[in-house]
């Protein structure tokens, strides 16, 4: 199958593609030390999937998570759309979406995609950073691949940098353990802090918010990103619902991945920041159902907060 055909059958479905030979990646992945499986795989195949930009604002009943996260989970969206493309390739092929050990953002500055900026995102100049990233490796090697070289940067704009609430960004890099988005997603016990600072269900969006190669962007609204009721999520059923019922009801979003019990963590931290006692009761029966230390710690200084 000829090069030009594997591109168009990629971008009848994706926004942005870029073929490369995988050494390229490897290579660089090598010299910045970065881990690397065995990728017997001459070709790789770089995506984006662009999602749109909607903000709503969480209440003292439903609390609201990222806006990528709004409609189909991505990982679902991607990968069928991805293994639907691969069974008619006719070779050998791997592929991923974000939960893997390969860098994507290395792949998509590599391959022209976009460029990291300083919010440590991939940011497209037609897409901003309102995109999903994947990538294909092929077993099969085409002439003519080439490293794509990118005439974009952020410069001495700092918007992010100054946005950001816990500092994790700076001119230096990203300190990931104070972001926001990584700690409400780790089964870690919070600190009083974290709590002040956070205000998503899960996630963040500030630093795409504020930034200016964002302006204009974030209009795309395939039809998987549709909005379809998991965006405003109701405490109670945080809380009551079992899993399976709550993925049913809400259409196993993508902030489900690290499960419902981190999601009740997440809430408890909202409550704690919106001075929210209204759930005590459900806070303290949690108590009894779930004994992992870092749950346990989080809800134990929200609860007697919410008490005095």
Known sequence: MSLQTIQSKFESVFDLVS????????????????????LDYETLVV????????????????LVPS???????????????????????????????????????????????????KNQLIISQTYGSYIFLAYVLIDHPYEDLHQVTIDNHCGTCRQCIDACPTNALSELGYDMEKCMSFY????????????????ALFGCDICQLVCPKNLGKGKIVHQAFELNGNEKVAIEDIFNLTKKAFNQKYHYPAYM???????????????????????????????EQFDMPWYQKTLNTVINALKK
């Open 19 to 38: 073929i490369i030979p995988t050494k390229t990646y490897v290579d660089a992945a090598k010299s910045l030390n970065k881990g690397l499986p065995d």
């Open 47 to 62: 995506l984006a999937y662009a999602y749109p930009k909607r903000t709503i604002a969480s209440s003292k009943t439903h």
């Open 67 to 117: 806006f990528y996260t709004f409609g189909e989970d991505y990982h679902r969206a991607m990968k069928k759309r991805i293994k639907a493309i691969c069974d008619d390739l006719g070779y050998k092929t791997s592929y991923g979406v974000d939960n893997h050990p390969l860098d994507e953002r290395l792949m998509a500055s590599l391959s022209g995609i976009g460029f990291l900026g």
């Open 184 to 199: 409400n997603q780790e089964k870690i016990p919070l600190s009083t802090k974290q709590m002040k600072d956070n205000y």
């Open 257 to 287: 991945w690290k499960g419902k019990t981190l999601l009740m963590r997440n809430a408890a931290m909202m409550m704690y920041q919106q001075k929210n006692a209204d759930y005590l009761d459900l806070l303290e029966a949690s108590l």
